[in-house]
């Protein structure tokens, strides 16, 4: 008779495009360093990877910095971000621009000491969005990774290879103290 011993330790085995993550799981790293490495994995600026903690109804962004005080997302809205944290489905969206979405984050600019002639933030072109959950399947939180442009030809597309690797990266930001303490 089989020992079934070994499914509890079961250890997830990383594809090699995501080992750089696991620099950055652990104490002691910021949120800005976990998605510097996710925009360089998922090939996007860092200022493309939302990283949201749900806490009461609300999606708080803990990533980008800017954001943290700009406000929450509730879950009874239309947002993306709500949709994806109460379906608990990934999504992706090639034609993002096209998509009916509330834009107030976009407009907001990461500096405020930047001039105020400068241009506006481009819009997201593309969109990828999936719940963080933890081992009991709760809710949370949500990580979006995004592409902007000015036209959405310039953006490329996201693929099922990509909404895969997000999911697996979605598993391991659920225990991730830059999600959970920042």
């Given at each position: 008779m089989a020992h079934k011993d070994h499914e509890l330790t079961e250890e997830i085995v990383l594809p090699e495009n995501l080992l750089p993550l696991e620099s950055v799981l652990g104490e002691g790293v910021s949120a800005l360093d976990l998605c510097k490495v996710l925009a360089?994995?998922?090939r996007v600026q860092s200022n493309e990877v939302a990283l949201l903690r749900l806490e009461g109804g609300l999606l708080q962004f803990v990533f980008p910095e800017h954001l943290r005080t700009s406000g929450a997302i509730p879950l009874s809205s239309k947002a993306v971000a709500a949709h994806t944290a109460l379906s608990k489905k990934p999504e992706i969206f090639n034609n993002f621009a096209r998509v009916k979405h509330a834009s107030i984050f976009e407009t907001i600019k990461p500096n405020a000491s930047e001039s105020d002639t400068a241009a506006p933030p481009a819009p997201i072109?593309?969109?990828?969005?999936?719940?963080?959950?933890?081992?009991?399947s709760v809710v949370v939180?949500?990580?979006q990774i995004s592409r902007k442009g000015l036209d959405l030809k310039f953006a490329q597309d996201f693929s099922r290879e990509d909404l895969h690797d997000l999911e697996l990266v979605a598993g391991l930001l659920a225990t991730a103290p830059a999600l959970l303490t920042n």
């Open positions: 360089k994995i998922f072109q593309k969109l990828m969005s999936v719940p963080i959950m933890d081992r009991d939180g949500v990580i």
